[in-house]
């Protein structure tokens, strides 16, 4: 008797905590698309509560804002155009979601984990002096949040005492929005002081490449340091283009200079779940696995049996990969 009452008790206090959510997402996007990492970041506030905004700044961002008007259970669309918001730096985006918190008092303020969310929200929480909750993994209740913590090998549950929760969320865990269903308006706001010159904008250059983006492919080929140089990489490129897939690295291969660092797969690289990934001559550090091991299937070609990774992967191929990875290659 006693529990069921305090279960009850404990589905209203969630009821009601949800009915009094309103959640604010700043989308991530080029301002011609929507980055998929923001319709994962709308399930997860989706989880809060029903009241949904989507904060979309850029400078011609009108494409980004009407695809995300179509996902389903956004009610709102919050646009702003403006120079300012050139290169999406921190600064300015902080005044435009400070802006918008006094308007609307949001109770959840969220982004995607990514290298943009992560410049921003914490500057935001540091503004309305909260403390931010980083890479949840799951939603228990509106103010309780699942996360992961060393390198991912433990996992924490944590209370947020702040009226405002600023988070953000691991794609990896929370499945995209669809973006149909939905039929929020965008609405114009004001972009008022976010203008300014503690950090201009320069220029960036963008890796060019036909092969999905890493951590939203449903194939991954990653490489390690037994690749043993840049031009070897071109085995992994072969087979990734007869997959579909995109191509990752160790830090190790990165750090050798063999690939890009935009690669990099891990603790302090990307972290990617696909449906397959297939791991080259890499060993299995923990901090590698922290960022592939909710990989649905892996696979692992390595000459040593005993390597770490073999412990994690579900099919394993103990062989030298300049043999394994032409013959894979040849026989797809
Ligand atoms: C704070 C911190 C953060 C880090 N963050 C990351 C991170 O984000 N991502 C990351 O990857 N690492 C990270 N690292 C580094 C990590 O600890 C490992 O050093 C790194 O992952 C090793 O990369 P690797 O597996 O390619 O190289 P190695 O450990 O050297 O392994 C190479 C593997 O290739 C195999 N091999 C060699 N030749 C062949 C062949 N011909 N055929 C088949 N197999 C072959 C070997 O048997 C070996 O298992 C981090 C480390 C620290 C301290």
């Not at 300012?84 to 902080?94: D, H, I, N, Q, V």
């Not at 921003?120 to 799951?138: F, G």
């Not at 992994?236 to 830090?251: I, M, P, Q």
């Not at 063999?258 to 797969?265: E, G, K, S």
Request: charged letters at 20%.
């Amino acid at each position: 008797m006693f529990s069921s009452c305090s279960r009850q008790f404990g589905n209203q206090r969630f009821l009601q905590l949800k009915r009094f959510q309103s959640t604010l997402v700043i989308a991530e996007h080029n301002n011609e698309a929507l980055l998929p990492i923001t319709q994962n970041a709308i399930t997860a506030a989706k989880k809060l509560g029903s009241d949904v905004s989507v904060l979309v700044a850029g400078t011609k961002c009108g494409p980004a804002s009407e695809a995300v008007a179509k996902a389903a259970g956004v009610t709102k669309v919050l646009v702003a155009e403006n120079e300012a918001f050139k290169g999406f730096t921190a600064e300015s985006l902080t005044t435009l979601v400070l802006n918008a918190q006094k308007q609307n008092n949001y109770t959840h303020i969220i982004a995607g984990a990514s290298a943009f969310g992560k410049a921003i929200l914490p500057r935001i929480a540091a503004k309305l002096d909260v403390s931010p909750v980083s890479d949840v993994i799951d939603i228990k209740a509106p103010d309780t949040f699942v996360r992961g913590i060393y390198a991912g090998n433990a996992i924490q549950t944590v209370k947020a005492k702040d009226a405002i929760k600023v988070l953000t969320v691991r794609a990896t865990n929370f499945e995209p929005t669809p973006l149909e269903g939905g039929s929020a308006k965008p609405e114009p706001i004001a972009a008022e002081g976010c203008a300014q010159d503690l950090t201009v904008f320069v220029s960036q250059e963008l890796t060019k490449s036909d092969r999905p983006e890493l951590t939203a492919a449903k194939v991954v080929v990653s490489g390690g340091r037994g690749l043993k140089s840049a031009d070897n990489f071109k085995l992994l490129y072969d087979l990734a283009d007869k997959l579909n897939a995109a191509v990752g690295a160790s830090r190790a291969a990165v750090d050798a200079g063999y690939v890009p660092n935009d690669l990099q797969v891990g603790q302090t690289g990307k972290i990617v779940a696909p449906d397959l990934y297939i791991a080259v001559g890499i060993s299995g550090a923990i901090q590698h696995l922290a960022g592939m091991k909710d990989s649905k299937t892996i696979v692992a070609i390595n000459k040593d049996p005993e390597a770490p990774i073999f412990q994690v992967s579900d099919y394993g191929l103990v062989e030298d990969l300049f043999k394994a990875v032409p013959e894979l290659t040849n026989k797809l």
